[in-house]
T-cell receptor, first 109, second 114 residues
Framework: GQNIDQPTEMTATEGAIVQINCTYQTSGFNGLFWYQQHAGEAPTFLSYNVLDGLEEKGRFSSFLSRSKGYSYLLLKELQMKDSASYLCAVTGGGNKLTFGTGTQLKVEL | ETGVTQTPRHLVMGMTNKKSLKCEQHLGHNAMYWYKQSAKKPLELMFVYSLEERVENNSVPSRFSPECPNSSHLFLHLHTLQPEDSALYLC?????????????FGQGTRLTVV
């Protein structure tokens, strides 16, 4: 089976850096995704990691350690529009995504 | 606009009603999914269709009945639902043959069962 854990809520200040952690235990592993979901909207793709290390994409970076079953999403230079839910998801067999509960990030002035 | 369109966006139905949710993708993908998103819970995978064949049914009650007539369309037929079935129902699609392809989600149907 799959088990994915991430914090329920986080608060950060505009302009700051925030790290959202995700740990997982899975019976198979093909890769880890991060999605962003604003209230009332569809989840949108942010990043994909399959090898250990850091993937950087503009203000967002994602890190993976397969041996530790651990990932984080790093958001730099936070903006108010970054307030959203951030979903960690793992693919096991095939391409079916199993999601964590999501981390609700609130960015404050 | 993600290339995945769901209708209706909102639906209120009684427990004795029959309704259907529709999903259409314009991305040329060969796999489609139904997810349920309830408050404070992770996205729950309900059904997976690959090349129009159902490949996964995650212990979903029979009051939910999926249909995939072709690779671009996916339906979720609903009948005799319970109030606890109220949730956001999300459709997604992906290219099954590629390992690192992300799933694209529709905007979802907000379902309220009264």
């Amino acid at each position: 089976g799959q088990n994915i854990d991430q914090p329920t809520e986080m608060t950060a200040t505009e302009g700051a850096i925030v790290q959202i952690n995700c740990t997982y235990q899975t019976s198979g592993f093909n890769g880890l995704f991060w999605y962003q979901q604003h209230a009332g909207e569809a989840p949108t793709f942010l990043s994909y990691n399959v090898l250990d290390g850091l993937e950087e994409k503009g203000r967002f970076s994602s890190f993976l350690s397969r041996s530790k079953g651990y990932s984080y999403l790093l958001l730099k230079e936070l903006q108010m529009k970054d307030s959203a839910s951030y979903l960690c998801a793992v693919t096991g067999g095939g391409n079916k995504l199993t999601f964590g509960t999501g981390t609700q990030l609130k960015v404050e002035l | 606009e993600t290339g995945v369109t769901q209708t209706p966006r909102h639906l209120v139905m009684g427990m004795t009603n029959k309704k259907s949710l529709k999903c259409e993708q314009h991305l040329g993908h060969n796999a489609m999914y139904w997810y349920k998103q309830s408050a404070k819970k992770p996205l729950e995978l309900m059904f997976v269709y690959s090349l129009e064949e159902r490949v996964e049914n995650n212990s979903v009650p029979s009051r939910f009945s999926p249909e995939c007539p072709n690779s671009s369309h996916l339906f979720l037929h609903l009948h005799t639902l319970q109030p606890e079935d109220s949730a956001l129902y999300l459709c997604a699609s992906s290219q099954e043959s590629a390992l690192n392809t992300e799933a694209f989600f529709g905007q979802g149907t907000r379902l309220t069962v009264v």
